[in-house]
């Protein structure tokens, strides 16, 4: 036993993770799936934003949602560093006793959430897809397992907070109500420079395209048979990011942040073409929120068709070269 009592945590928290004032896309979501969690529960959300010079961000999680914002504003926590976000954040848990503590499955959400669930002796179920409450108000934290093979659905009965970082791109995200009240409570910041172990002396910036947040998705699967460059022009063309499939990657074609699926990135973008793609299971999960789906394959059986808004059966390096002077691309030597 925990030695705790349980019935002392209230509230779902959602961390709104922002860098230079500009919000990750995830805390939006998170708002949204919060905010019927906490419903279901009776509770309030509270959003907690952690930065400097970041109110807007506050404001904004407010007309997402958000019944009250901590609002820990200080230049101790800009840029991000795993020490005073995580000291921070683990004294206002140990302070508050919230129930359900959501976290974006980010760099920075996954950098530093083992610093407030260890001291904290809290339950952390990592990298979540699906989030739901029971009838005693538990959470029921879902995530793949044993390499994707299998879902599992995790209880925290005895510890508290309940907390779960979640993937990107899972859930829709909270829509903005500007006309909505709330809460914003600067809270008391109890680290500062003296106390953080690291210092940041340079920031590298290198490729770090985010699928995820890519309204057009042109992506390739082992139909490619390793040329990328169509798929790539038709990115160009549409404005959008090149994807793939874990066969595609696993060839070393493209590098693995762009792999879609159950074990990549979850995309829900607008516009998703398929080009090559047999679409697996495995695959389809990952893509199977995109507003419009284009499959492009030579075999009339293969499964994406059953999913894809609009199908051609024929080969990709006809097909894709059309589409990219229909879209006013330069047309690729294939
Ligand atoms: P294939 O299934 O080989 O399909 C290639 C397709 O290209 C075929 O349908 C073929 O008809 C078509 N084609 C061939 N030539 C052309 C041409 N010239 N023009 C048009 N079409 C053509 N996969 C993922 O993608 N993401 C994941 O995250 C993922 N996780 C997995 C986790 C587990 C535990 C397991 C077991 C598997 C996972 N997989 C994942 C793998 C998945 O099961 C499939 O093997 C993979 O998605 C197949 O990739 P593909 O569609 O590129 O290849």
């Not at 529960?41 to 930065?51: N, R, S």
Request: charged share 30%; with cysteine; hydrophobic share 40%.
């Amino acid at each position: 036993m925990s030695g705790i009592d349980v019935d002392d945590y209230s509230d779902v928290w959602v961390f709104v993770e922002q860098h230079e004032g500009r919000a990750e896309r995830v805390s939006w979501e998170l708002l949204a799936e919060g905010r019927r969690l906490a419903d279901a529960k009776g509770e309030q959300l509270v959003a907690l934003v952690i930065g400097e010079d970041c109110r807007g961000v506050a404001e904004e999680a407010i007309a997402r949602g958000a019944d009250r914002v901590l609002l820990a504003d200080d230049p101790v926590f800009e840029p991000y560093r795993a020490d005073p976000y995580g000291e921070q954040f683990r004294a206002l848990v140990a302070d508050r006793k919230p129930d359900v503590v959501l976290i974006g499955g980010t760099h920075t959400g996954r950098d530093f959430a083992g610093r407030v669930a260890v001291p904290v002796h809290a339950g952390l179920t990592a990298d979540c897809t699906e989030l739901d409450v029971d009838d005693e108000g538990l959470l029921l934290a879902r995530r793949p397992t044993f390499g994707g093979d299998a879902m599992a659905t995790i209880k925290c009965v005895n510890h508290r907070p309940q907390m779960a970082t979640v993937r990107a791109g899972v859930f829709d995200p909270a829509e903005l109500d500007p006309d909505r009240d709330g809460e914003i409570e600067p809270v008391e910041v109890v680290v500062d420079e003296s106390m953080t172990k690291s210092r940041v002396l340079e920031r590298v910036v290198g490729d770090v395209t985010d699928i995820t947040d890519a309204d057009v998705v042109v992506a390739g699967g082992a139909g490619t048979e390793g040329n990328f460059g169509p798929i790539q022009d038709l990115a160009d063309a549409l404005g959008g990011e090149v994807a793939a499939t874990r066969a595609a990657v696993d060839e070393g074609w493209v590098e693995p942040a762009r792999q879609v699926g159950q074990t990549g990135k979850t995309v829900r973008p607008t516009l998703y073409v398929a080009a090559g793609i047999s679409g697996a299971i495995q695959h389809l999960e990952g893509m199977n929120g995109s507003d419009v789906v284009v499959a492009v394959n030579t075999d009339p059986n293969a499964p994406i068709f059953d999913l894809a808004d609009y199908g051609i059966v024929d080969d990709l390096f006809e097909v894709v070269p059309e589409l990219i002077e229909a879209f006013g691309g330069e047309t690729p030597e294939v």
